[in-house]
């Protein structure tokens, strides 16, 4: 990978409910590249040198430009989590969205927030300036605050059960869904599409397309490969293998879904190290 350096780990102060992960990455001294962002129904909170933005959920691939010496820091949301920082925002304002932190939370919050990470030194781009902080320090700043907002907020109980269900390979169809929940159809399509960014038919689209790609690209097969080795060690499962496990109907229906979701074929986007701006699993290099 060069100079440029991706990590991330569980939230050490946010609740791992609502939050996937704490991240950073540091392209230092690197040429600049291109990062394939695919859709994956999160909303991150980010730091960089343009300073602290929102990230809403993406409805279509895009490529987002990574100069030579960016370093990064974020919080990942799980899909339908991001009212812990949006509050009463609907994730569908945001859809394919990058804004500043300050419009969603406020211009005093979000001064609070970046007056935080400036209290102190720390290093930048390999050298030591006072009143910044590196990706490190900022990503786990950005943990705390998230977890400051936890008091008051309620998270929606039937939409966390409503992306569980919709993440399984069957899925489930909306009127036994919405029987389920004991809401109407209507109601459940609603606070689905608020929370997430798009409605329940689309988000199991995009949950199906993410656990195939993640479990191809584990390795965890049960024959052979499709010419090379997962990020597990093993082969890469047969494309059928694959559509079979995720539940699409065939090897033609997961090709179909990959190219609609990453614009790419199943076997180039495997040989891709997928992640979102900054992020190991929503978008790869492109250069």
Known sequence: MGSSLYAERPPGAAPGRQVACVWVR???????????????????????????????????PRTVPVPG??????VRFRPGAAGLLLGAMPARELCDLQVPLAEVVGAGVAERLAERLAEQDGEWGGERRAGLRGPAEVAAVLDIFVAARVRGWGPDRAVERAVTLLGRPEG???????????????????????????????????????????WARSGDGDGGGVGGVGEGGGAVPELAQVAARA????????????????????????????????QAGRTGRTD
């Open 26 to 60: 540091r392209n230092a001294a690197g040429p600049a590249y291109g990062q394939l962002v695919v859709p994956d129904g999160c909303v991150d909170l980010v730091w960089s040198a343009a300073g602290l933005e929102v990230v809403g959920p993406d409805r279509a």
């Open 69 to 74: 010496g960016a370093e990064l820091a974020g």
């Open 172 to 214: 489930a169809r909306l009127p036994d869904l919405a029987a389920e929940l004991g809401l109407s159809e209507r109601q459940l399509r609603r606070r689905v599409t608020d929370a997430v960014g798009y409605g329940p038919k689309t988000l199991h689209a995009v949950l199906r397309f993410r656990r195939a790609v993640a």
């Open 247 to 278: 539940g699409y109907a065939d090897q033609a229906h997961l090709t179909r879904e990959v190219r609609r979701w990453s614009g790419l074929s199943p076997t180039v986007l495997l040989g891709r190290a997928a992640a979102r701006p900054g």
